[in-house]
């Protein structure tokens, strides 16, 4: 497993951007892929996306795709989410995840969760 610490949530209005950042601590942070998941009141724990263990290769829940994006620095041991046009849907806690040697959508293969950070959208 690895430290997970979330940063970078808060309120913007509708078609506003955010930068969520995600910092791990640990163990060396190549080793696993890292996802991005939220959570409305009321609602399951849902995809939003993930990145490759090297950073290669990204993939997008169809509700984000286009206009979020994931990236990461495995040197600062960082991984994060640039959020655009962002609309009240996207309201959630939002959450980095790793899992070691997998970056899939599955969220029961992610052991290691940041804190969460809330990301209230209005219209």
């Known amino acids: 497993q690895v430290q997970l610490v979330n940063s970078g949530g808060g309120s913007v209005q509708t078609g506003g951007s955010l930068r969520l950042s995600c910092a791990g601590a640990?163990?060396?942070?190549?080793?696993?892929?890292m996802g991005w998941f939220r959570q409305a009141p009321g609602k399951e724990r849902e995809f939003v996306g993930t990145?490759?263990?090297?950073?290669?290769?990204?993939h997008y829940a169809d509700s984000v795709k286009g206009r979020f994006t994931i990236s990461r620095d495995n040197v600062k041991n960082m991984v994060f989410l640039e959020m655009n046009s962002l609309k009240p849907e996207d309201t959630a806690v939002y959450y980095c995840?790793?899992?070691?040697?997998?970056?899939?959508?599955?969220?029961?293969?992610?052991?290691?969760w940041g804190q969460g950070t809330q990301v209230t959208v209005s219209s």
């Open positions: 640990g163990r060396p942070f190549s080793v696993f892929g």
């Open positions: 995840a790793a899992a070691a040697y997998y970056s899939g959508a599955d969220v029961d293969r992610y052991d290691s």
């Open positions: 990145i490759t263990r090297d950073g290669t290769r990204t």
